[in-house]
């Protein structure tokens, strides 16, 4: 753990986290843990490292949300996914996810008769991320 930060049980699951959580197997973890951190402000919750330093098992929290990652082995091929996450500003944090050095895939938009302002960026590893905030 990076930070100090200790899962209390309650009883079936730590405290804290949802039911669902997302699970990505990437190449490598310190990239998109970087980027996950500079764009969406994840707070590293644990880490549990391979003999041979690789990264087995982390944990980032990002608002309400677990993310956890784990590196390729060969029994573990990457996988691709599509993550959808409400922000509070989806304009910024769309800025906050390029500089980071995600890929653009959609700008920040609108469709008529949707109330959510909506963009995506891909991470390092391929993943997107679908950036919304709802607009009144």
Known sequence: MSNGWKPMSNGWKPNGYSSVSPYLVVPDAKPVL??????????????YLRPDGSVMHVEVQIEDTVVMLGETTEKWEATVAQLHIYVEDVRGTYQHAVHAGGVSVMEPARKAGDPDRRAGVKDPAGNTWWIATQES
């Open 34 to 47: 970087n980027f996950l951190q500079e764009a969406f402000g994840a707070n590293e919750l644990r880490r």
